[in-house]
């Protein structure tokens, strides 16, 4: 779940870079939705991956009355069969990674052929509130093996942030 201070870096992120796709892994209530849709520029399209289909009601609730709603795509099923299935020539300026953390490496793979020249990917939960070296479990060794991989990339350009869990923003170069 995005929280407040993140949804705001979010949406500042978004309102410099104004760009024209915007892709969210991991939709839950559609809040990174909204924050994200702040800077989507006249014209773009913000497309968002959810498998579970039983939130889509309270997505709807809380975009519907929104002017720029029509904006918004969204996809149902699972965050690497959506990657697979992405069209050609639709290339992602900006990307918020905050679904499975387990499959974040995947997902990364997946998503960075797909990002434009120069595109940016923001990941959630990257510093896990400063505990993240020491955390156990599978999902903290998923986002320790991602920064691992942020860090030693020549071709990516990567700050943490620490706002809220600690936001990872990437440039591909
Ligand atoms: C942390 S929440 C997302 C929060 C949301 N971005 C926000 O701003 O509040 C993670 C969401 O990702 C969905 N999810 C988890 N793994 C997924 C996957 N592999 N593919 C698609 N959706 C996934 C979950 O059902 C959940 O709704």
Redesign the pocket.
């Known amino acids: 779940?995005?929280d407040v201070q993140t949804?705001r870096v979010l949406a500042m992120v978004s309102r410099m870079l104004q760009p024209r796709v915007i892709l969210?892994?991991?939709?839950?209530?559609?809040?990174?939705?909204l924050?994200l849709l702040e800077g989507l520029s006249t014209e773009g399209i913000l497309h968002t991956?959810?498998?579970?289909d039983e939130?889509f009601p309270i997505q709807d609730q809380h975009w519907g009355r929104h002017p720029r709603a029509e904006a918004i795509r969204r996809h149902h099923?699972?965050?690497?069969d959506i990657l697979a299935d992405w069209p050609e020539g639709h290339p992602i300026d900006l990307a918020?990674i905050?679904?499975?953390k387990q499959?974040i490496l995947a997902q990364f793979d997946a998503l960075l052929p797909l990002m434009a020249e120069g595109g940016w990917l923001v990941f959630?939960n990257t510093w896990w509130g400063g505990s993240l070296e020491t955390a156990e479990g599978p999902k903290a060794a998923s986002l320790r093996a991602l920064n691992q991989r942020l860090q030693h990339d020549d071709a990516l350009s990567t700050v943490i942030l620490p706002v809220g869990d600690g936001l990872s923003v990437v440039r591909k170069a």
Do not use: I, K, S, W
Request: aromatic share 10%; net charge negative.
């Open positions: 779940m995005t949804g969210e892994l991991g939709t839950f209530t559609g809040y990174g939705t924050c991956v959810e498998r579970n939130l099923g699972q965050a690497l918020y905050d679904a499975d499959g959630d």
